[in-house]
């Protein structure tokens, strides 16, 4: 797996996923937003990856924003153009994968870098992390997703405050107000991270994918409807045999 802006390195059934334009403090351009919608569609065959993490090339920064150059020029069916795509081939793609995506904030997530994060499972920061939808400086609002899952992470309120003030969240703050889980040393991030999706290979791949679905349709009317389906389609699987029969005979269950 060999992309001209990411990083990819699989070890134990964990995909580290580095941004890797550290020149531009890791920003979105085209060619980032191509790699990752191709990362994503390849790792759906790839049995040799059960869980992701994202991060950033470099100590300050997991992705500042979006390359603002490209679309400077831009009508308004341009931009409406640029927000669809964006949201359809990448971050709509990270939020309903299968396999856990786990985003490793190191340094500045501002604009589509925070939107970037905000599209992943659940976030862990550095203590160096700064987070923010500036968006309203440059007479614009957050256009991957930013107005409607910040909310869903820190409330209504907030996500109205953050987004009109263009305030910055430290990674303190962004804990205390739960946009990330937890906060560790930068020299101890990617390892921390590791530390997490190692527990999570442990687990039933299949389970795991079917929460991840019903989770993420937790604000929907059907949501009860959709968790329901997947409790019982969990009953057909090989893994709910094991792991009732691990149990059983008080052993760890061995899931393929």
Known sequence: MTYENLLVEVENKIAVVTLNRPQALNALNKGILDDLSSFFDDVKSNDDIRVIILTGAGEKSF??????????SF????????AAKGQERVFNKIENCTKPVIAAVNGFALGGGLELAMSAHFRIA???AKLGLPEVTLGLIPGYGGTQRLPKLIGKGR??????????FTAERAEQIGLVNEVVEQANLLARAKEIAGKI???SSIAIGQAITAINSYDKPNGFDIEIASFGYLFEEDDFKEGTTAFVEKRKPNFK
């Open 201 to 203: 290979t442990k687990n």
């Open 159 to 168: 996500a109205m405050q953050a987004i009109m003030t263009a305030d910055m």
């Open 63 to 72: 992705a500042a924003g979006a390359d603002i150059k490209e679309f400077a």
């Open 75 to 82: 009508n308004a069916e341009e931009g409406k153009q640029l």
């Open 126 to 128: 550095s203590t160096n």
